[in-house]
């Protein structure tokens, strides 16, 4: 089914370890971003991309780093994973930068928590 | 900078009415859209409905209803007919149709329970 495949869904980190958060979309949508959401709170953006090899920043991006060399995929590395990083952490796709009608289209999310 | 207030941490609903979950907003930008999420128990962000900041109609989408209104930047999402399945968290989120940061901004969510 078309959609935005995030993987893993569940991930243990222990403090100063790395890895990469895998987010795929098959719908050819140009803009992708990520988000993490915290207890009791709304989601808050990480990075973004409008295009493959274009990326910026987000509201909260210390600790992560994204690339986007391809439209289908954005990835999301966490470089030295802290306890303040447990989270659960989304994918969104957009056809349009606005999204507008379409609104955007999010993953299933990746609980992370890190020990 | 944007800025979405929900100001009801929790809702209580009886199973066939209608409810209104509040969402206020605050921008410079001069246009912008405005969405609404739900996200149930098992954690998915499911898109309910969107509206322009210069349409000139509400939104609708089935039972669901936003109410603009922009003088006093607010976008109420309106539940009709409440079902057992709509008791889910709600996000009410914004974002300018401008160039510059294209992403949502979110609430902090009103989570709703319907009642048999």
């Known amino acids: 089914n078309a959609g935005v495949t995030q993987t893993p869904k569940f991930q243990v980190l222990k403090t100063g370890q790395s890895m990469t958060l895998q987010c795929a979309q098959d719908?050819?949508?140009?803009?992708m971003s990520w988000y993490r959401q915290d207890p009791g709170m709304g989601l808050r953006l990480i990075h973004y991309s409008v295009g493959a090899g274009i990326t910026d920043q987000g509201e909260v991006p210390n600790g992560y780093n994204v690339s986007r060399s391809t439209t289908e995929d954005f990835p999301l590395r966490l470089l030295s994973a802290a306890p303040s990083q447990t989270s659960v952490y989304f994918c969104?796709?957009?056809?349009?930068?606005?999204?507008?009608?379409?609104?955007?289209?999010f993953g299933s999310g990746t609980r992370l928590t890190v020990v | 900078a944007q800025k979405i207030t929900q100001t009801q941490p929790g809702m209580f609903v009886q199973e066939k009415e209608a409810v209104t979950l509040d969402c206020t907003y605050d921008?410079?930008?001069?246009?912008?859209?405005l969405f609404w999420y739900k996200q149930p128990s098992s954690g998915e962000m499911i898109f309910l409905i969107y509206q322009g900041s210069y349409d000139q109609q509400n939104a609708t989408e089935g039972r669901y209803s936003l109410n603009f209104q922009k003088a006093r930047k607010s976008a109420n999402l309106v539940i009709s007919a409440s079902q057992l399945g709509d008791s889910a968290m709600y996000f009410c989120?914004?974002?300018?149709?401008?160039?510059?940061?294209?992403?949502?901004?979110f609430g902090s969510g009103t989570r709703l329970q319907v009642q048999p």
């Open positions: 921008t410079s930008d001069p246009s912008y859209g």
């Open positions: 719908m050819n949508h140009e803009y």
């Open positions: 969104a796709s957009s056809l349009t930068p606005t999204g507008s009608d379409y609104g955007y289209t």
């Open positions: 989120a914004m974002r300018p149709r401008g160039t510059g940061r294209r992403a949502l901004t």
